[in-house]
């Protein structure tokens, strides 16, 4: 009964301004509501698998992310809501201002484990990082040519291709096959795209147009011959 929950990272102000990279601003108002309502989703089901008897045989829920600090807080936020009641309105800034900074070792709370990888962090925009798409195009137009050319093995300068992603997720991807226990993913559009497409079936090519919500959880549900997929929009 395990499931591979995918999502990506909440709003952050960096992201509402359209600048690339692993963000590490704060938090948008909704990005905070979604962490709240995030949290709230992942006990629910892990009421469910209790309910249904499953917990002893899977555990505690891992929680994979980035090294974004707005990552470090979703799961600040979780482990918050797990000790209160799951209601309390929206987080504290200061519970979710990204001050913090990522585990060196995992964090246990009452149910959950989370660890923070680099292997998770956004496709590298190498010398676009930190810029809008609009002056991407202003900037470097042949860049932006080559890239609109070929997507999938456009290589920013001194950053990385999409195949680049899927190669560094390969590890990532053998601890998801490997675990019994189920496991929420929080990461970015472009490598949510590379692990949605690899459990999925997704031709190569079409992964760097895949469709990825914000605030929404995919749920995998990966068996022997195919891998069952269902979306729940949580957050606007
Ligand atoms: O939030 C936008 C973002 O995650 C960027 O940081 C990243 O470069 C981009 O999406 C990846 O999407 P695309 O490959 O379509 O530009």
Redo the contacts with the bound molecule.
């Keep these: 009964p395990r499931c591979i929950w995918l999502t990506r990272h909440a709003e952050s102000g960096d992201?509402l301004s359209g600048i690339?990279?692993?963000?590490r601003g704060e938090l948008t108002h909704n990005g905070r509501n979604y962490c709240r309502e995030l949290a709230s989703f992942l006990h629910k089901c892990r009421r469910e698998m209790e309910e249904a008897g499953h917990v002893e045989s899977c555990g505690d829920f891992l929680v994979l992310m980035g090294t974004a600090p707005v990552h470090y807080s979703t799961l600040q936020s979780m482990i918050k809501s797990s000790s209160s009641s799951l209601s309390d309105g929206d987080p504290s800034p200061a519970s979710i201002s990204g001050a913090s900074s990522p585990p060196a070792v995992p964090v246990n709370c009452k149910g959950f484990q989370a660890m923070s990888t680099s292997l998770l962090n956004?496709?590298d925009?190498g010398v676009c990082n930190g810029l809008s798409y609009a002056e991407i195009i202003r900037d470097y137009p042949d860049l932006w040519a080559a890239r609109e050319r070929d997507?999938l093995n456009f290589r920013y300068p001194n950053g990385e291709s999409y195949q680049d992603v899927i190669g560094r997720l390969r590890p990532i991807i053998i601890e998801l096959e490997r675990q019994r226990r189920s496991i929420l993913v929080i990461s970015?559009?472009?490598v949510q795209r590379c692990l949605y497409a690899y459990f999925t079936g997704t031709p190569m090519e079409e992964i760097?147009y895949l469709n990825m919500d914000m605030h929404t959880v995919v749920e995998l549900r990966p068996g022997a011959f195919d891998c069952q997929v269902r979306s729940e929009n949580l957050w606007d």
């Design positions: 992201q690339l990279g692993s963000h956004e496709l925009g997507k970015h559009l472009a760097p």
